[in-house]
């Protein structure tokens, strides 16, 4: 079966950095997505990964090993406004995005 | 219209009753979704389509439907709710022609069936 890991919930300090860990089994990669999504509202895309590697976007940057199966998506410079769920998801061999459950991210003061 | 718009944006239902819930995009992608989202679940996909004309199946598409008339719009259908399908549903949209096909995402339609 397919299956994407993430927990389930992790809290941090405003001005902190956290780090948010994601790891999958699929059959066939075709990318790698992270998605922010606060409460009650859509997702909305924050990072592509399909090659090895980390991708810096401002204050979010996304990891990538394909050998390990594993991404992670780092947050720098907290801030309250931060406060959401993280969604990983893969993109299989059938072009299909398969979501993990999310993380929620809660940021104290 | 700017994006994608979902209509209604919530909805009480008595089980039993049909029900279709609209999403339209203006972007002229050629790929639309169906997601539910369940507390403590991943999106699952209910039904898509990489094209007008054509659908396919997703994870979870017992008793639903869908049609895709033209490129803009991609209803679905409930032909007879059950207390089971209460959820909120997302509405998607990716260029498929692109290398990068991230998908947008409409505010979402939370149902309820009583």
């Known amino acids: 079966g397919q299956n994407i890991d993430q927990p389930t919930e992790m809290t941090a300090t405003e001005g902190a950095i956290v780090q948010i860990n994601c790891t999958y089994q699929?059959?066939?990669?075709?990318?790698l997505f992270w998605y922010q999504q606060h409460a009650g509202e859509a997702p909305t895309f924050l990072s592509y990964n399909v090659l090895d590697g980390l991708e810096e976007k401002g204050r979010f940057s996304s990891f990538l090993s394909r050998s390990k199966g594993y991404s992670y998506l780092l947050l720098k410079e907290l801030q309250m406004k931060d406060s959401a769920s993280y969604l990983c998801?893969?993109?299989?061999?059938?072009?299909?995005?398969?979501w993990g459950a999310g993380t929620k991210l809660i940021i104290k003061p | 219209i700017a994006g994608i718009t979902q209509a209604p944006t919530s909805q009480i239902l008595a089980a039993g009753r049909r029900m279709t819930l609209r999403c339209t995009q203006d972007m002229r992608h050629n790929a639309m979704y169906w997601y539910r989202q369940d507390l403590g679940l991943g999106l699952r996909l209910i039904h898509y389509s990489n094209t007008a004309g054509t659908t396919g199946k997703g994870e979870v598409p017992d008793g639903y439907s869908v049609s895709r008339a033209n490129t803009d719009d991609f209803p679905l259908t409930l032909a007879s709710a059950v207390p089971s399908q209460t959820s909120v549903y997302f509405c998607?949209?990716?260029?498929?022609?692109?290398?990068?096909?991230?998908?947008?995402f409409g505010p979402g339609t939370r149902l309820t069936v009583l």
């Open positions: 699929t059959s066939g990669f075709n990318g």
């Open positions: 998801a893969v993109k299989d061999s059938n072009y299909q995005l398969i």
């Open positions: 998607a949209s990716s260029d498929e022609t692109s290398g990068y096909n991230e998908q947008f």
